[in-house]
């Protein structure tokens, strides 16, 4: 799984396009056939309208597919043979934050062969996980005054010891 040229994770903005690449590759003993693979893509941020596939896969709940009804080659996949699978989808351009969500995009790719999973290690490429980059700037201020010097406090200036005096 490749995601904008490269294999690491990394930052991602609102409304920016993710191109990924999914290439696969048998590198066994034996041709491979009847070869599913799938790229899952797990996150809030993702606008599914969005999404460019060359090689129309079935996309579903977080997930998009290809069978040999896609991309022909996958009815048989020689020895030392590869394809590589292209799309493009877009980070949601909402700027509206949940606390209380994940802002991240986890996404890996893996295969089945005749329908069959084969073990976790076998079916799972390297996961990329995309992080929303922020600009967000945060500036404290404790005031008696504000900038009209008008008094936003209350109590004495300076404190003194036993009387209460509050400030904004």
């Known amino acids: 799984m490749i995601l904008n040229g490269s294999r690491d994770s990394g930052g991602i903005d609102f409304g920016q396009t993710l191109n990924y690449s999914l290439v696969y590759a048998n590198k066994g003993e034996s041709e491979m056939k009847d070869v599913v693979i799938m790229a899952v893509l797990e996150g809030v941020l993702l606008d599914w309208t969005t999404l460019k596939d060359t ?22 996949v020689g020895v030392g043979q590869e394809g590589t699978s292209d799309f493009s989808i877009n980070v949601s351009s909402s700027t509206e934050i949940d606390i209380n969500k994940s802002y991240e995009i986890k996404s890996y790719a893996g295969f089945l062969l005749g329908g069959q999973k084969k073990s976790t290690d076998e079916m799972t490429s ?34 003194k010891v036993g009387q209460t005096t509050s400030f904004k």
């Open 55 to 76: 090689n129309k896969g079935v996309a579903q709940t977080n997930s998009i597919t290809w069978s040999k009804a896609e991309i022909p080659g996958l009815a048989g």
């Open 126 to 159: 390297n996961t990329i996980v995309s992080k929303l980059n922020s600009d967000t700037n945060l500036k404290e201020q404790v005031k008696y005054f504000n900038d009209d010097n008008i008094a936003v406090g209350s109590g004495p200036l300076p404190p």
